[in-house]
């Protein structure tokens, strides 16, 4: 087995491509403090010392390292993680997996939902997706949409100018009912 590794626009965050799925469906975003008996793989890669992200898409695995770790200290113990993982045929996510799901919302503005996450869904996150994260929709408020960025996307540098310039600008233009965009922790 070959994994090969991209780095991403997040200096912290590396991208692993195992050239098999990862999730047939979906994402899974894990953090530090997260319950992690959902995925036996994430419970490995956080076992690896300074790793404090894992996010899960459908052929790729993004890890986020701390600060003052570096890749080339960790990322021999995360290519065999993953690849001992990987040739075991254990499934990576236990159970339904839920997590990549856009936060439900009702109200009279449930067809404006629908046109922001029909966009979110058909031409965002297959971009994002390329680059090791994800963008999930949380809530519309008073014209204010607002999104949890995931993986690689998540303490991005260049994550604000993408929100702003690009999201901001789509979502304004196809849906005028949208006057900004906000990132949520």
């Known amino acids: 087995m070959f994994i090969q590794t ?21 994402t899974a975003n894990f ?4 319950e992690l008996e959902s995925s036996p793989l994430a419970k490995l890669l956080f076992s690896v010392e300074g790793v404090v992200g894992v996010f899960f898409g459908n052929d790729f695995i993004t890890v986020t390292k701390g600060e003052d770790v570096f890749w080339e200290h960790i990322k021999p113990a995360l290519l065999g993680t993953i690849m001992e993982f990987m040739q075991s045929g254990e499934e990576i996510m236990r159970g339904k ?18 046109r922001i996450t029909d ?5 965002v996150r297959p971009a994002v997706a390329q680059d ?42 196809y849906v005028p009912e949208v006057v900004e965009v906000r990132p949520v922790a």
Do not use: W
């Not at 953090?31 to 997260?34: L, S």
């Not at 966009?119 to 031409?123: E, G, N």
């Open 6 to 26: 991209e780095e991403t626009p997040n200096p912290a965050t590396l991208k692993f491509l195992p050239g098999q799925s990862v999730l047939a469906e979906g």
């Open 31 to 34: 953090e530090i403090g997260d």
């Open 97 to 114: 997996n839920d997590k990549s799901a856009h936060a439900s919302h009702e109200g009279p503005d449930i067809e404006v939902v629908k």
């Open 119 to 123: 966009l979110l869904d058909t031409r």
């Open 132 to 173: 090791g994260g994800d963008i999930t929709f949380q809530s519309f408020e008073d014209g204010i949409v607002y999104l949890h960025m995931q993986g690689a996307c998540a303490g991005c540098p260049s994550s604000t100018m993408t929100l702003k310039m690009g999201i901001e600008n789509l979502l304004k233009h």
